[in-house]
Every structure is written in structure tokens, then in C-alpha cells.
């Protein structure tokens, strides 16, 4: 038998990936396998600059096989856990299923959309959690000016032109302003179309936007917002959602067919059957050295993590606590116990080219400085030196956003084959 420990990691996000390249690059003597459904990694933040075509799609995303040489990648999904036996059990696409014997099992299966009871929201709505999300609204809202651009009726026009995005955290803050600012850029090649045709409405269920952001910056993001005819509806949710309008607590109806719901997170759900302690948030709770039981470490969104800086309560869901965890918990393993503790930056939004909001060690930011610091920090950030440069050199060469082409055969690319099928069997 070998004398190797196997490590097996499950999720290739931010914190798993990671999590794995730090046990690679320490770890010569070990047997590490990382377990993920698809075969790359997403850089979440940059994901609302992806909708608006200020950063390519494949810039965000990270091949794990390239990311991790040395490593086993097995395209698949954790379905069953026995701690006993220390056997994860994955399953691949086509049901094919996967016995992984560990040492150590290291969780790091990240969040979903928290998604409410809300008729016709899972019907009608787009979350804004993939990059093949962010793609397809950066698509969808360019569609919809084609549609009102050439459309003779004025229903049909206001539907298409108005724009819902529900949920005033990050994602839905600086989605919204990086697609108005994207269409305020192409309406000028569309005449008879100007950015007041536009209608766009941030749906937030809080007394406040950003509430991660101290009270006073959420405050000039929301005046921010507002100057620019964003209507700004706090402490309202939303009641229904229909394919062509959404209606809101209120009573209000919205006449639209784009809506965006970023209404917050929830840990994994598969979570909660795997027979691990989990908090009413579902999240795996952890010891501060991010150990669930012997054999199994757990962190980023899918975790629980005493928040030793804070001096209470429990690490929230960024990036920025993924990727340290990350290291903590692979250096852990190598043997180097510690306990984990990472005092907050800080916390930066954009809103759209050259505006944002930033906290950054308890100073606060805003306007163009605030923007400045979202780039750097997130130009920095992307976990592969080839797609930092590339995102770095297209800011630097003053990417202005995407030609206003909205291609939507990406969605359904076997249609041109079947229309010209049914166009040759017509004649
Ligand atoms: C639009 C957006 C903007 C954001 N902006 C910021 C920001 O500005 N700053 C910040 O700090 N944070 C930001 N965040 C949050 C940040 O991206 C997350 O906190 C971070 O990605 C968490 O990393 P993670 O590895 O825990 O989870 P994820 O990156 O979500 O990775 C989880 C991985 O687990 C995989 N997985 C799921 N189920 C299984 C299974 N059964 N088996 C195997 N693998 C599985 C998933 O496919 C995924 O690859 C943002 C998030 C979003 C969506």
C-alpha cells in the first residue's frame, strides 16, 4: 500500500482550488485529487463585468486541469459521504460512480442561489452565479434593445426595455450598473433609442442596499443609483414573477421580461445530508482550525468558520475569507495546526466604469478612487497569472464594453442547422 496520504478535495471553486494547489506546491508526498462538476473554476467577482463585455468569459474561468498539474481531476459531483470508511462517493455525468478513499476530505462546495417561494420566479428569472449566467444577460438585456428597437408596439417596447434585478447585495448592485452603463453605451447605435427609454429597478428586501457596506456608503451608492434613474425599491419584495412581468409586495406590476435574482446565498443543500453538524444555515460547522470531524476540514461559503478577528460569529461568504481559509486549511493538513483568523479588508463594489463604493481598513471610498481599488484588488486576484494579464491589458487598453450584438444563437446553436432543414424540406 502506499505510504502517500490522499487528500481528496471537493469543489473547484475559489477556496477548493486553492485549497489544492497549496497542498501540490507543499506537499510532494501527497496523493491529492480534486472533485468538481465542471472541469473549470469561476472568478465570481468579475462576473458582472462578463454580462456587460468589459471581460471576456473565458478570462474568468480557470481550467482546473492546467491549474493543477500533479493533481487527479475528476469531473463529477460529491453525492455520498461515510466518515467511518473516510469514503466519498462521486458520481459523474452519466451516473458512473466514483468510491474516493481519503486521509483527508476537504469541503469546499460553496453556496447557491437562495431562491424564495415565489410563483413563476424559477420559470421566468435568471440567477447571476455562473459565467454562463452573466453571458447570457449581457445577451439578453442587447436582445431586448434589437426587439424594442424594431418593434412598433409601445407594450412591447417598455416590456423589453424595463430591467429588474432583485436583491441589492454585490452581485445585484454592481450587475445592474455594469448593464445600464454597457446599454447607455450601445443605445447610441441604436436610433430612436436613447438611455430614457430605459427603465431599471433594484428590488431589495432590506431597509438598505449593500449591507455589507458601512450605512453611509450604501447611502451614496443608493443616491448614486438614483441620479442615474435607477428606481431604488428597498424594503419591498417581490410577489410573482410572469414571463412578460414581475408584481411586487406592494401590489405594484412591472411590466418586464428580464429579471435578475440575486437574492442572496445559501450554503450547498447537499450539505445537510451528509451527516455533518450543520448550522440553520446550513452551513458544515468547523472548529477555527476549519476541521468538521477527524478527517474532514471544511471552508469558504459551504462553512461555518468562527470568526476569531471579529471576536465573534462566523466568517461571511467572500472571497476574500475563501482564499485564506484555503491556505490555512492546507497547511493544517500538511501538519502546521493553526487556528484560523483573518481580519476583514475591507469590502469594494463598482458601480459601472469609473464609479464605486469601497470600505478598505475601516477608510471609506467612493467615486472614481473606489473603482480604481475594484480593479487592482480583483486584477490581482484571478487565480491564473495568463487570464490576470489578459484582464489587466484589456482594462489597460480602455475596453469600453461589448459591441452592441446580441448573439443569441450561443443559446441554441442547433437552430441554423434545423431552420435550414425545414427551409429545404418547405421547398
Ligand atoms: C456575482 C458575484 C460577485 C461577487 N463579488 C465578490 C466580491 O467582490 N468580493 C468577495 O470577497 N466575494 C465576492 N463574491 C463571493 C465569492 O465569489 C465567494 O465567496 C467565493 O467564490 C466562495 O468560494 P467557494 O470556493 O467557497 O465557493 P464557489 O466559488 O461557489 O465554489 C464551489 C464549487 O463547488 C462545486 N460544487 C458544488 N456542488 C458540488 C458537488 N456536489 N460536488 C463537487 N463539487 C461541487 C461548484 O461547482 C463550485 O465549483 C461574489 C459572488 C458572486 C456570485
Known sequence: MSSRKRIVVVGGGYAGLTAARRLLKRGRDLDVTLVNPSGYMTYQPLLPEVAAGTVQPGHVVVPLRSALPGARVLTAALTALDTDARVATATAADGTEHPLEYDELVLALGAVTRVFPVPGLVEHAIGFRTVEEALHLGNRVLARLELAASSASPEVRRRALTFVVVGGGYAGVEALAELQDMVSRAVRRFPGLTIEDTRWVLVEAAPRILGQLPERLATYAT????????????????????PDLVTLGTGEVIPSDTVVWTAGVVANPLLRRLGLPCDPAGRVVTDASLRVVPGVWALGDCAAVPDL??????????AQHAVRQAVRVADNIRGRLRDYRHRDVGAVASLGLRKGVAELYGVPLRGVLAWWVHRLYHGSRLPCPRRRLLVNLAWLLGSRGRDPVALHALESPRTPLQEAHAAQRAS
Open 309 to 318: 478577528a471579529a471576536g465573534g460569529g462566523v466568517c461571511p461568504p467572500t
Open 223 to 242: 443616491a448614486h443609483l438614483i441620479g442615474r434613474g435607477v428606481e431604488v425599491k428597498t424594503a419591498t419584495t417581490v410577489a410573482a414573477v410572469g
